[in-house]
């Protein structure tokens, strides 16, 4: 059955950093693409970061040099270190496979950037 479970979100402040985690279960990570979404209120779910299993990575542009995304396939789980935050990052974020029909999504994890 396949499960995803977003952690690490919170309150930060401006210039401040957390690590987001995402433990995948059901999926496989060397079959897919890994990626971090996130959804700001009002907007719609907006493409974050990607991962290959070759350890291959691409980011929007709102986040490059800021974000980085990692996985741990002995644990199936997905990270994404967040620094240098803005107040335009709160969001809630989500994790899921980068394909036109992705897995079920999680609850997301809430990350608000405020002073």
């Known amino acids: 059955q396949v499960q995803l479970v977003e952690s690490g979100g919170g309150l930060v402040q401006p210039g401040g950093s957390l690590r987001l985690s995402c433990a995948a279960s059901?999926?496989?990570?060397?079959?897919?693409?890994m990626a971090w979404y996130r959804q700001a209120p009002g907007k719609q779910r907006e493409w974050v970061a990607a991962?290959?299993?070759?350890?291959?990575?691409n980011y929007a542009e709102s986040v490059e040099g800021r974000f980085t995304i990692s996985t741990d396939s002995a644990t199936n789980t997905v990270y994404l270190q967040m620094d240098t935050l803005k107040p335009s990052d709160t969001a809630v974020y989500y994790c899921n496979t980068a394909t036109p029909t992705p897995a079920p999504w999680g609850q997301g994890t809430q990350v608000t950037v405020s002073s």
């Open positions: 059901g999926i496989s990570f060397s079959d897919n693409v």
């Open positions: 991962i290959t299993w070759a350890g291959d990575t």
